[in-house]
């Protein structure tokens, strides 16, 4: 029995799963001070939908936030969650990209790359964890958890010894829906921690209502570190508050000896954002309660609001228990794969088509042919051959790892791009958003003739500039 370690998620999944990752550097800058004396093991402040947010929404460079919040924490780990081929985009890049872009994210200020796949397929994983062991990152390998026939415990013991064979650093698993229930994880982590020897970290989310329970009962089974959020980014969709698993753990062999009064200042500081958020209507109430038919439909809770906005554009939200009762098919279907970004997405949309056309699979999706194709890679179960035949009929199924087929493709991106580039880093902004980046691009160079004029302005042609 030993202490228990916390990652704290407020700067990337926190916002990212209450306010669509509208957080911005400046409002992260302030507090960077106060929360690099907790004595955190890490703080995940980038990857997942940050990259995207940031040029799309915010028109930030995601490159010189993770620069300033280097700059800013100088005691503590700092994390990013990576799609293992995808990157942070939507699709299978080429080695060299996926490289190179793990390569500058450590040279940037990353320490920790929390790498999965969306089917847990190990060959999309590889890639990232060789290049981030070569550039003397941490490599942890994060498993997404997920129910169903074929995941048993044989199933994640076996692929957990994989994952240390590969010479990945950690395990983590990946609990997007809030599906693992306390004493599942006390059986999960309790085996697991027999079967290797590198630490494991659990992440979860409160979806579901569990999520505290979860956690205690993980802890007490062996688990090394957990995810949590500081209280006004925390709950709902977002994880259990970091106070509370402290107190938690105050007294006990297992506890973090972190600071309730350093941790009630930082919360003082995040409240506002809150409130704001919660004014602005950013923040949606109902993404703070509990949704049990995530436990029923092992159904994420953004995939379920991104069902909700389907039917409703489609005028059919009459049709709402259909789909939920539909998903768990479309699922089966496609070969049972966890849903996490993007399969979530690939099975709602295609249950959602399913029912309002009234005959399944009769209007497949473009992704839903890719995966029935292999082009995501290989699911733990095989494929309905029925559907298969119907989706994409005759065209032959790819059995190799993917990106196998994917040519090596930075050069040709640094020619596509070559008139926008300021920094090396732009070349990887652009490979993973084009269109996105290259907006951002116009906009940065826009600011900067602004701040140009305005100099020149002033100077009044006294001097040089």
């Avoid at 800013?72 to 939507?90: A, V």
């Avoid at 994952?163 to 599906?179: N, Q, T």
């Avoid at 954002?273 to 209507?281: D, Q």
């Amino acid at each position: 029995m030993k202490p228990v370690k916390i990652t704290e998620t407020v700067l990337r999944d926190a916002h990212q799963s209450l306010i669509a990752t509208r957080m911005t550097t400046e409002q992260m800058l302030p507090i960077i001070d106060k929360m690099d004396k907790v004595g955190y093991h890490s703080v995940e402040c980038w990857g997942g939908a940050t990259f995207d947010a940031s040029l799309r929404f915010l028109k930030e460079d995601p490159w010189e936030r993770l620069r300033k919040l280097r700059d800013g924490f100088k005691n503590t780990k700092l994390q990013m969650l990576f799609r293992g081929q995808n990157i942070l985009g939507y699709r299978h890049y080429a080695d060299d990209v996926v490289s190179y872009f793990v390569q500058k994210s450590i040279a940037n200020g990353i320490d920790i790359i929390r790498i999965f796949d969306c089917l847990n397929d190990m060959r999309n994983l590889k890639c990232a964890v060789d290049a981030a062991i070569r550039e003397k990152g941490h490599a942890q390998i994060a498993l997404s958890y997920t129910l169903g026939d074929a995941y048993t415990l044989e199933y994640w013991k076996d692929i957990a010894k994989r994952i240390e064979d590969m010479g990945a650093h950690s395990i983590c698993f990946k609990d997007m829906a809030g599906l693992l229930l306390p004493y599942k994880a006390t059986e999960l982590i309790g085996t697991l921690k027999d079967t290797v020897s590198i630490p494991i970290q659990l992440h979860t989310h409160y979806t579901s209502g569990v999520a505290s329970m979860t956690y205690l009962k993980a802890v007490e089974a062996g688990c090394d570190v957990i995810d949590t959020a500081i209280s006004p980014f925390s709950m709902g969709t977002s994880q259990p508050a970091t106070e509370v698993m402290v107190e938690t753990f105050k007294g006990t062999p297992y506890d973090t000896g972190l600071d309730q009064q350093l941790l009630a200042e930082i919360a003082d500081y995040f409240r506002p954002l809150r409130e704001e958020a919660l004014a602005s209507g950013l923040l949606n109430p109902k993404v703070l309660g509990v949704n049990i038919k995530t436990l029923l439909y092992q159904v994420p809770g953004g995939m379920l609001s991104n069902m909700v906005s389907q039917l409703k554009d489609m005028k059919a939200e009459d049709k709402y228990q259909e789909v939920l009762e539909e998903i768990p098919r479309v699922r089966k279907d496609l070969g049972e794969p966890p849903l996490v970004t993007p399969s979530s997405q690939i099975v709602g949309t295609q249950a959602v088509l399913n029912v309002i056309s009234g005959e399944r699979y009769k209007t497949p999706t473009k992704e839903c042919k890719a995966v029935l194709s292999g082009e995501y890679g290989q699911t733990v179960k095989p494929f309905n051959p029925e559907v298969q035949k119907k989706v994409i009929g005759d065209k032959e199924v790819i059995t190799c790892r993917p990106a196998d087929l994917i040519e090596n493709e930075l050069d040709k991106i640094e020619a596509e791009m070559a008139q926008w580039k300021e920094q090396d880093e732009d070349v990887l902004s652009y490979a993973l958003f084009p269109q996105v980046a290259t907006d951002f691009f116009k906009y940065r160079a826009a600011q900067k003739k602004k701040v140009d004029v305005n100099i020149a302005d002033t100077n009044n042609g006294a001097y040089p500039v």
